[in-house]
């Protein structure tokens, strides 16, 4: 029976190449699903024997701390020399971008209290 052991969905296309990388180099038998055409269906990561899936999520635990680990050190480092991205950074690179954004949004919001008040409610 298959079980599903790494959902796929909003990772990272480093982070699934690295776990598929791990589970080959230790011979774990698996294959992989994507969400289809329509994104609809489950991607993922699925182990072919019930056997191995001690195994593999132990592996991937370790990983994904690891991940996590190397992140915050690479955030911290980014801060500290001031690249991180923020939104003011952001906005000034691209202005007219954000400013598009800015009012798309308060348009949508008059339209929605407009429309509230004309139904009386």
């Not at 589970?23 to 182990?47: C, H, K, R």
């Not at 480092?77 to 971008?97: C, D, H, N, W, Y």
């Not at 949004?105 to 339209?111: A, D, E, F, S």
């Amino acid at each position: 029976m298959s079980l599903l052991l790494f959902p796929l969905r909003g990772v990272p296309e480093d982070e699934a190449d690295e776990v598929r990388e791990l589970l080959t180099e230790q011979a774990i038998d698996f294959y992989e699903t994507t969400a289809g055409n329509w994104e609809m269906s489950m991607p993922g990561i699925w182990l072919r024997q019930a056997d191995d899936v001690e195994k593999a999520r132990a592996l991937i635990n370790a990983y994904q701390q690891q991940r996590a680990i190397s992140s915050r050190e690479t955030y911290k480092q980014l801060k500290q020399e001031g690249l991180q991205q923020t939104f003011l950074k952001a906005f000034i690179a691209q202005p007219v971008l954000y400013c598009t954004y800015i009012f798309a949004m308060g348009l949508v919001i008059y339209v929605s209290i407009k429309l509230l008040y004309e139904f009386g409610l």
